[in-house]
Nanobody, 132 residues
Framework: QVQLVESGGGSVQAGGSQTLSCAGS????????????MAWFRQAPGKERERVAS???????TYIESVKGRFTISKDNGKNILSLQMNNLKPDDSAMYYC??????????????????????WGQGTQVAVAS
């Protein structure tokens, strides 16, 4: 069973930087992580969950407008780690951050597009708090 574990959250001053990591394990075949689509979501108290950034098997990335130019999503396929580099953090970035993955079957195609509802695996989340 695939497991995703986030780390790297904490408190930071506005304008600061933070890097979140999501370590994947339990894959049923070699190369599954590289062939996956993955994403970072966040949810603040009283707000709906939103997809912050995503990355596909061919390293196509997407970002919500509010983080463009400040956040960078990346994958280390050798270490099975998904990262989110966050710069110039703002109080509005405060939230619980989750990573999620769509892992294709061994004989299926590498993931190049996905819908949020197709993300099968989720981590437990890591809290980010940005003080003004």
């Amino acid at each position: 069973q695939v497991q995703l574990v986030e780390s790297g959250g904490g408190s930071v001053q506005a304008g600061g930087s933070q890097t979140l990591s999501c370590a994947g394990s339990g894959y049923s075949y070699s190369g599954a992580f590289a062939r996956s689509c993955m994403a970072w979501f966040r949810q603040a108290p009283g707000k709906e969950r939103e997809r912050v950034a995503s990355i596909t098997a061919d390293i196509t990335t997407t970002y919500i407008e509010s983080v463009k130019g400040r956040f960078t999503i990346s994958k280390d396929n050798g270490k099975n780690i998904l990262s989110l580099q966050m710069n110039n953090l703002k109080p509005d970035d405060s939230a619980m951050y989750y990573c999620a993955a769509l892992v294709p079957s061994k004989f299926g195609r590498a993931c190049r597009t996905f819908r949020d509802e197709e993300l099968t695996y989720w981590g437990q989340g890591t809290q980010v708090a940005v003080a003004s």
